[in-house]
T-cell receptor, first 114, second 109 residues
């Protein structure tokens, strides 16, 4: 089954404790992306990657890191989480040669930073 | 950053009613996309629009690409309970994907 998986689905942590949210896709997509969803703010793109070893900032990259060492994986790293990073996070992948770059989303990771 | 303005922010309607929502931008988009997010899940693409003035249907959903390329409309006819969720408009801008803030649809029994 074609899918995007994220782990963990739920995470409660404390300020300053480094964490990684994993993302994996099995559709051989070149484009991968991370979004955060906050009430009243919609979906905002954090980082995206056009291909292996190529990553770029989205609209809200501060406080986040990503890496793309393999085509299928795109982990999101919070080196020193803060309470304002409490949010619902989505990973997505797509084929950028597709005429409209349809994003296929994972199930989401709900992060709480105390 | 780039903004897509969606309205209304939320809607409360009776089952069976028609729904209309829109999305506007201060700049031109060459593609408009409409996604739906069911409660507890990630968004899923509903409709994609490529040409100014284009009208596209998907079952009870109809979307239009505004002639100015700065807006788009989504209509849902004869709403049913499973239409509940958040509807997002989106558009590609350079290599990024820009999403609106969403319209949350509630259906009253």
């Amino acid at each position: 089954e074609a899918q995007v998986t994220q782990n963990p689905r739920y995470l409660i942590t404390v300020t300053g404790k480094k964490l990684t949210v994993t993302c994996s896709q099995n559709m051989n997509h070149e484009y991968m992306s991370w979004y955060r969803q906050d009430p009243g703010l919609g979906l905002r793109q954090i980082y995206y990657s056009m291909n292996v070893e190529v990553t770029d900032k989205g609209d809200v990259p501060e406080g986040y890191k990503v890496s793309r060492k393999e085509k299928r994986n795109f982990p999101l790293i919070l080196e020193s989480p803060s309470p304002n990073q409490t949010s619902l996070y989505f990973c997505a992948s797509s084929d950028p040669t597709d005429s409209y770059n349809e994003q296929f989303f994972g199930p989401g990771t709900r992060l709480t930073v105390l | 950053g780039q903004q897509l303005n969606q309205s209304p922010q939320s809607m409360f309607i009776q089952e069976g009613e028609d729904v209309s929502m829109n999305c506007t931008s201060s700049s031109i988009f060459n593609t408009w996309l409409w996604y739906k997010q069911d409660p507890g899940e990630g968004p899923v693409l509903l409709i994609a629009l490529y040409k100014a003035g284009e009208l596209t249907s998907n079952g009870r959903l109809t979307a239009q690409f505004g002639i100015t390329r700065k807006d788009s409309f989504l209509n849902i006819s004869a709403s049913i309970p499973s239409d509940v969720g958040i509807y997002f408009c989106a558009g590609p801008r350079d290599d990024k994907i820009i999403f609106g803030k969403g319209t949350r649809l509630h259906i009253l029994p």
